[in-house]
């Protein structure tokens, strides 16, 4: 996958980076990730409920981890929305763990802020760990779900 860096233009950045970085979260292949520094800035920060860092390679190892441990990891993008210098997803992440026949599901949406020459600074995503992922082990899932009744009662 081969992405072109898009013309700068500061009244709306962020339409014209979307369909770059829709494109490659959707299409996203371990080879795809030396991409990464057409699309996100040298010292960009990436924060997720698991991590928080900042620079492309600290971000590329956040992918390597999740290449390393899923089995064909992709994302949907459901919708979108940009304007200025910022953007808004909400996605599917579908994946298998690794030697696991079931699919998983994670629901989410992920805040972009771009500069002024479209490239990624800021890459906030939000999910419900616990709703999205921890529910779905089997013991600790049994004991979050009753702790959630508890609290809903």
């Known amino acids: 996958m081969s992405v072109t860096p898009m013309p700068s233009s500061r009244t709306d950045v962020a339409h014209q980076a979307m369909p770059l970085i829709v494109a490659f979260f959707e299409n996203l292949k371990e080879e795809d990730l030396s991409e990464l520094a057409r699309l996100y800035a040298r010292e960009?920060?990436?924060k997720d409920p698991f991590n928080e860092v900042q620079g492309l390679l600290a971000i590329d190892a956040i992918f390597q981890h999740m290449f390393q441990t899923l089995d064909l990891p992709h994302f949907v993008v459901k919708e979108r929305m940009a304007q200025g210098q910022q953007?808004?997803?909400?996605?599917?992440?579908?994946?298998?763990?690794?030697?696991?026949?079931?699919?998983?599901?994670?629901?989410?949406?992920?805040?972009?802020?771009?500069?002024?020459?479209?490239?990624?600074i800021e890459h906030r995503d939000y999910w419900d760990a616990a709703e999205e992922l921890y529910e779905k082990l089997p013991v600790l899932g049994t004991l979050l779900r009753w702790l959630k009744r508890r609290v809903m009662s």
Do not use: E, S
């Open 44 to 46: 960009a920060r990436f």
């Open 87 to 120: 953007a808004f997803l909400t996605w599917d992440f579908r994946f298998r763990f690794k030697g696991q026949p079931n699919w998983q599901t994670i629901h989410g949406a992920t805040r972009l802020q771009f500069d002024a020459q479209g490239l990624v």
